[in-house]
């Protein structure tokens, strides 16, 4: 399955992930995300975010512009995972601070 394309650890820059990272609803979803240390694939709306479909993609597409996330297109679904390595190679203890 394809993946939608991400930043690389040294193309993200501080200021687009502190500007995804400013909304609590794209923290929640990276908290979430990090709290699991095997790093699973998820779908959207397995966050149960209290938002319109609308808003929650707009959230993810932050999410992935900014390097934080990896989208694979499934065709009638998305997945999405946490870039741990990319994110701790970058800033580390980034990650560690949301909790």
Avoid: W
Wanted: with cysteine.
């Amino acid at each position: 399955m394809p993946e939608l394309l991400t930043a690389q650890p040294h193309e993200m820059e501080i200021g687009q992930v502190l500007k995804a990272l400013a909304d609590e609803h794209r923290r929640r979803i990276i908290v979430e995300l990090a709290a699991d240390p095997s790093d699973a694939e998820r779908t959207c709306n397995s966050f149960e975010l209290p938002l319109s479909k609308q808003t929650v993609s707009h959230h993810f597409k932050t999410l992935l512009a900014a390097g934080l996330i990896k989208q694979v297109n499934y065709g009638n679904r998305q997945g999405i995972s946490l870039r741990r390595d990319a994110i701790e190679t970058k800033f580390p203890g980034l990650l560690d601070l949301l909790r």
